[in-house]
C-alpha cells in the first residue's frame, strides 16, 4: 500500500500491539480456497487495516532470499490508497477468521528509503515502489 506525499512515495507499515518482536510489517495474508490473488488481497487489506478503497496498481516481484524456502505461491502487489484522507496513523483490530483475528495492529506511514527494516530486513520487495 502506497501513497504519494510531499514529493515522495510512502508505504504502509505496522507493528503488532504488544509484539515487538514481530518487527515492522506490511499487510499480507494467504488466499482462501477459490479466491484470485486479487480477491484476497482486498479482503485481507480489509480485515488487516480496514481499507476498502484501493486501486491495484501492478503486480511486483517478490525479493528476498526467503522466497526460494516459501512452502506458499508468493505474489505482491503495489496498491494506492484512493483518497487524500487516510490518517497518518491508526490503530485496527484485525477482523475474519485468520490466526491474527483479534490482534491489534499499528499503522502508519513510512518513507521508500534505503534501510527500511521489514520482517527483519528478509524481504526488500519495497524497493521496487519508490
Known sequence: MTRERDGRTDV????????PEAGTQVPAGRADRGESPEQALRRELDEEAGLDRVTILREVP?????????????HAFEVRIEGDDAAETWEHVVHGDGDDAGLVFLYRWAPIEPGLDLWGGLDRTYEQLA
Open 62 to 74: 517478490v525479493l528476498g532470499d526467503w522466497v526460494a524456502r516459501s512452502e506458499y505461491e508468493n
Open 12 to 19: 504502509l507499515v505496522f507493528e503488532q500491539r504488544g509484539d
